[in-house]
C-alpha cells in the first residue's frame, strides 16, 4: 500500500508541473498575441520620446503610419528619419543634407517590425509581471550580434522602451504621451528628399 501511495503522490507532482507549465505556455501565447495586436494598433498613432546611448540625450515625436514611421528629433539638433521595411531615409534639417539607406539588413528592420505589427516575437523571452511585460531577443544581422529589450506597460498594455545593445554600444527609447492621428497627408511619410539641390 505504501509503494502505491508513494507512486500516486509521485503522479501527482508530475500531472502538477505539467499543468503549471502547460498554463505558463498559455499564459506566454495569449500574451504575444496580445501585444501584436497592440502593436497592430500603434499604425496612426503618435508618441513622445527620449532616446539616450549613455552620453548624449535626444527628444522628439515619432509617428506611426500603416505602412511607415516618421522619427522626428527636436533636442539637440532637429532631424527627420523616415523608414520603410527595406529603405529609410534621414534628413539633417540645419545642414539640409539628406541621405538614404537600407533598412532590411540592419537592426532598424527590427525597430520597424515592432512599431508596425510585424511578428517579432515569435522565439522570443518573456516576462510577465502585474505591472510589465518584458521582451527580450538575440539576433545577428551582417555579422552584428544585437541584443534587444522591450517594455511595455501592463494592463493597459502600452509601449514604455525599446533597448537595443550591439557589441557593447546601443541606445534606449522611453516613449510617452501616447496618441492616436487624424488622417495624415499622403506626403506626410514621403520618402522624397525636402533639399533637393
Known sequence: MQ???K???KTSKIFLLIILFANE???ANTTKLKLLDYNN????SSAL???TDGNTIEEGIIYIGSDRVKID???PKKITIILTEKKG???NHELKETQFFDTHKSFVNIFFKILTGKDFYKNSQLDITDHSITIGDNFEINKKFYKTKIVYENKPIKLRKIKVNENGGGFEIGFYNHNNLEDTKKNFYSLINP???
Do not use: A, E, G, R
Open 73 to 75: 528629433y527636436k533636442k
Open 195 to 197: 533639399y533637393p539641390n
Open 7 to 9: 507512486l500516486l503522490k
Open 89 to 91: 531615409m534621414y534628413v
Open 41 to 44: 494598433s500603434l499604425k496612426n
Open 3 to 5: 509503494v502505491k501511495d
Open 49 to 51: 520620446f527620449t532616446q
Open 25 to 27: 505556455s498559455v499564459i
